[in-house]
């Protein structure tokens, strides 16, 4: 579908609504989309490709404007946006692929492209397109590979952000209706995407304060007509503060579900806003969600042959893989005949280092004097928080 966002400017990517699972790995509740837009000049250029799957529904939305794109341009390197790019030189084999010197490197590992396709531009280099239009380019490594870059039009006041400031949403609505609805959709694509990120994602915010664009449009979700709110959330995620309690537990028979409860009641006793999930059930969107803003995390394990039950153990991996600004971290959980569950789960936390507070194991189902234990571990989480 060709969507119109000004005179001179046009959505021309595509939605994947059925789409499940991204890198095999994050579930997608909403789907999602990759994409294109095409700025129209005398000289036509398109920004980003699209998922290879969608190539032939893509470039029938670019022969829809009715044009020869002259540049296709590539602000990240990732499949999801170039993989398509294979096709599009096919159809236009006079266009070139501006890019930098970093993601072109990228595109002729992962594609098979001539070399000889290729346009580089430096930091900060235009990009002149006649009547009056201009495409800038500003790099952006980070957000979430080295290569990315922004790509801003001034004179439309339109910033192409591939994918910071995007979500997992698939919609035939351009902008979005309800700012909640695609809130919670960018924090979940955030979490999963941006927030090892932090300091980058920071920088990157400043530089677009700077260029003010009244329109930014990212490569997954909706454009935002009014991108104050995109940007406030990222500022808010991406900042320091931290709040609240999370509570990520698995249980074998019940005994770290009942350790689970008195925690949380406690916690909420103390006017603790608190969430707790069972990982046995809980999307990794879901827990990676939770840990944007999570100042302590509490990790309940049952001992599985004397160790952390291997659920337990991937919510350190991507713990680790996430790097979440939590301060804290507390280990608790049961065992049958002993074990080594918590030194084995704080041993496996490597990229980050929250304060680790005293490990709270017992055998089997608490008894009362246990419970009691468990009531001041709490308290003193409240404390904390
Ligand atoms: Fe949506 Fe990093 O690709």
Redesign the pocket.
Known sequence: MLRKITEKVYAVGVNDFKRRL?DALIPLPDG?S?NSYLVRGEKTAVIDAVDPPFAAEWLRNIKAADCHPDYIIAN?A????SGALVDFIQAYPQAKIVTNAKCREFLLDLLRLPVEKFLLVEDKAALDLGCGLTLQFYFAPWV??PE?MFTFVPEENILFT??FL?AHYASDDLYPRDEMIIYRAAKRYYAE?MMPFRVNVRKHLELIKTLAPKIIAP??GQVYNHPEFILSAYTDWAGEDTKDALLLYVSMHDSVRHMTEIVRGELEAKNVTVRALDLTSADLGAVAMELVDARVVLLGTPTVLAGAHPVAASAVFLFNALRPKTKYLGLYGSYSWGGRAAEQLAAMLTAVKPEILPPLFFKGLPKPDEEKQLTAWAQDVAAKL
């Open positions: 991204f999602t990759y990240h990732e499949q999801d946006h979430h590979w990315t591939t994918d995007g995407i490569s997954h």
